[in-house]
């Protein structure tokens, strides 16, 4: 049995941005969930946190903008919309760990039903850590959404009953955005919020984790 | 969300509930938010728990405040000055419950609230009976006090400008307590002397941003 | 026994400005030790700290200097010299806390031969007690100096063997400057550093702490 | 003392003494002591632990210093990056020890250092490998990790401008790690774009004061 391709990245980033409630203080996680920026309008009042000490962080800054006293998390030039503020990394995580983000969006190599996510390390034994602010924006934000396929290459689920991989944060995930479904995860069963391409029998097939329909 | 811009003292002290702890910034009179205070009376909240660093001058403000008999307890780190009387007054007749902060442990314990911390270890007030009862704990051969944060249900900041987003500045020592409450309450009350568009302030002089800002009035 | 009038309240302030290094910070607290200010030369490169959040802290505002958004810690107008920062109250006290002040000058009530401070509470009753920034300064400061009259009105010394009055810090005075005499505490003995007025005999049948000619 | 204002780099990082706990501020190249790094390199302490957000990159910079050997151990939240095959070789050999600290942790134990905490409970990383054998405790339903300070002999720090005094500006997202670290370590050594005259620099812009600055120098 196969799962039909379903959303591309950027769909995916997309849907993300959807839930993301009018004026939310958001931090999106290097790599892919930054492209959920691209997703957000400015009529969305949604303000972006990057954890190396800025609020209200634009959009990457091309040509002359390019100033590197200013940078984001993933260390590419941003540029500074009218409102924005700086301070330092302990002020920063202060505000991360402090829980005033509303929503943080993480990638994952795992998250499982419980809300567990593991991002960090693949506990290969050759493999050098770096964890980065991945700790504290899991047990920081109001709500932590991850965004990840949920089929790793070799076909094995990235939804599990209990993450193998170290983890990054324990109970701190609400939901799971995939190329092929939503999820609620947290809570006594996961939730299926919504499929793309598949039904919600082909990943009950699939997965090994209680499921509800949502 | 960003903060909301409000027209009137009554519309950013709405909804103030009874048995609230309110942080109430300023260091005598500069950073105190009177006007917010004011309101707070008008408001009618009782039973409040204030966090400040004093607790009342004179007749007004706080004073006016406890006078009413709304404040069921005072945490603050220096009740008594030269016209503290309402205070003194109602805390000799144990009318007003006092928990007594050495200064600094205050603002920490303030800051810990809105920083996420669990408690710290603290050598403030070790071996003294600010510290009674508290657990110790010896580290590096030093002994320290394990404290605790302090959260607010309400800040009432004082402030000089604020942008219409909630980034907030503030002027010279009325800076003092302000942005440390600012973070450790679940709503955030600013009153400023000046509303400025988004743009007006120097993203660099910006002290509280507006992710810790719930209300903002011009007074 | 009599011991002769010594220093006054102005001439001890200079004599403890005296001993406070060239290009010091230092944060004199609140009531006599103010006036250790009026002895340090703009020459003395000595930076004033106070704790509602200022360092290079001006002298007294007068006139139109005076600025409602600017005082010391005793709510005194001050003015702005050039070279001042501001910050708030959790890093004032962090600064403090930190031991990265030189010096702090406290007044007392009491102060003990192993350099225990009592300065913030009479232990009355009926007293309301106020502690302010006592007890971090007490145990802030590098060095901590204080500065009182040797005798109280009645006539009791208040240099004693152990304080009778509740503690404000353990251990932490290193020097006190009183009207007769400046001592060093804290070690196995109580030094005469200097005596005004009086003599070392004199100070030793007054006082009940071991005491050693310095 | 206010700050010293250094004519050279070799001046700013005289006498480093080997073994000494290195602070150095920047993430990506944004507040980076290039030039500090580099007469670091030209001084010759040795048997450094270097706490820092990353761990060197490309061949210069702290991946030079790697290189050369002068580096015991590496106390940082990211060391593996696209071109961190300096400190990835070492670490793969054996030859640098890793402390791996999340990147939130890393500021707040500075900070506690510079603050004058004992150690504090903090939620991040309960339940990962990074807090196994650590000290918890729940406190108030949640469960926290015991965490202690980390303090730097000294401190390498890029800012922007100073003044005479040694009160330093930064600009921009360059702030990062460089105040924290500056209150953390017995010597805090800054560099800077320009020292300006004293009244230069606003007061309420300056993030970090004199007190915490020994030695400045304008690269």
Redesign the interface.
Known sequence: MTISAGLSKDEMAARVAQDIP????VNLGIGQPTLVADHLDAGS?V?L?TENGM??MGRAAVGDEVDGDLLNAGKVPVV?P??????HSADS?????????DVCVLGAFQVSAGGDIANWHTGAPDAIPAVGGAMDLAI?AKQVFVMMTLFAKDGTPKLVPECTYPLTGVGCVSRVYTDVAVFEVGGPEVVVVETFGTSYDDLAARLDVPLRQG | ??ARICDTVAEAVDGIADGSTVLVGG?????MPVELIDGLIEQGATDLTVVS?NAGNGDTGLAALLAKGRVRKVIC?????SD?YV??GL??EGKVE?E?????????R?????????????????????AEGKET?E??G?T?VLE?PIRGDVALVGA?AS?R?G?V????????????MA?AAATTIVQVRQVV???GL??????T????VDRVVAV
């Open positions: 009018h004026g939310a203080y009042g303000v946190h609020l209200n500074e009218p409102g924005a503020a700086y301070f995580f202060a505000m991360m760990r402090g829980s005033h983000l920081g | 969300m960003t260091f005598g009179l500069a950073g660093n780190s220096f009740p008594r000055q503290s205070f003194d805390y000799r006092l007594l902060v050495p200064q600094g442990n205050l603002a920490e303030m800051r810990a609230a809105g920083a996420g911390i669990g408690a710290f270890f603290c050598p403030t007030g070790v071996g003294t009976p600010l704990r580290i590096d030093r320290y605790y000089h942008d987003m980034n500045v503030y002027r010279k020592t009325a800076r003092n307590f302000g942005p440390v973070t568009e988004v743009g120097d993203p660099e002089k910006v002290v941003p507006s992710i810790y």
